[in-house]
């Protein structure tokens, strides 16, 4: 795996040649395009659904109904290119969370990791923090819902 750091005006790889990418997110491409985009970690979150319960004797109860569905993140960082320029990469990203916001795709984004981990997310969220002007760079955050493990 190669780490990068940033310096101004340029992105630095170290440790070997750029890869293909420790995680992939479905139509969202590193590298490809006018946009490049470099995801910086996904967060998952497994719960179950319960409710706990204390009755006036207090004596605890905790009903338990399955499983409930995974929280799921990504974090990425976008490169906006050379100073003074206007980037595309705010539109391309807010343009691709539109088509696959789970409001308008009746289907789940596919996002695997290393190792042969995989998930099925409905995406329902996008943040977009301020513009890092000393670097050129401008980070997201994308938040959805597992539906299910890939196969």
């Given at each position: 795996m190669s780490a990068f750091f940033s310096a101004r005006g340029c992105v630095l790889v170290v440790g070997g040649a750029p890869g293909a990418g420790f995680y992939r997110v479905q139509g969202?491409?590193?590298?490809?395009?006018?946009?490049?985009?470099?995801?910086?970690?996904?967060?998952y979150t497994d719960t179950d659904v319960i409710l706990?319960?204390?009755?006036?004797?207090?004596?605890?109860?905790?009903?338990?109904?399955g499983e409930g569905f995974g929280n799921f993140a990504v974090t990425g960082t976008l490169l906006l290119g050379p100073s003074g320029k206007t980037p595309d990469c705010i539109k391309d990203l807010t343009?691709?969370?539109?088509?696959?916001?789970?409001?308008?795709n009746d289907s789940p984004v596919n996002v695997s990791a290393p190792g042969g981990v995989a998930y099925k997310v409905f995406f329902n969220g996008l943040g977009i923090s301020g513009a890092d002007p000393a670097y050129h760079t401008l980070t997201f955050s994308l938040q959805g819902v597992i539906a299910e493990p890939s196969s």
């Open positions: 969202l491409r590193s590298g490809s395009g006018k946009t490049p985009v470099l995801i910086s970690g996904i967060q706990p319960v204390t009755t006036l004797e207090s004596f605890k109860v905790l009903y338990s109904f343009s691709w969370f539109k088509n696959r916001r789970t409001a308008n």
